[in-house]
């Protein structure tokens, strides 16, 4: 019985370890993807933020992912 108690955490815990491993390789699979562009919209807007913003919005602009 002592055989089978062991052998039952060891597979479980190697399923675990397959499992994590498998949602690592996903993961990394997913962050090295380049992101598709986002949809064309009505229009664009440059709301607080980050020091690129409005280069960000005139890139969109001149992407042709806004109407003017």
Do not use: C, Y
């Not at 399923?15 to 664009?44: C, K, N, S, T, Y």
């Amino acid at each position: 019985m002592k055989g089978g108690v062991s052998r039952t955490v060891a597979m479980l815990g190697g399923l675990i370890a397959a499992a994590w491993l498998g949602g690592f390789v996903w993961f990394a699979d997913d962050a090295v993807r380049v992101p598709p562009p986002p949809p064309a919209a009505d229009g664009i807007v440059a709301l607080t933020g980050g020091a690129e913003r409005v280069a960000a919005a005139i890139d969109l602009l001149q992407a042709n992912r806004g109407r003017l």
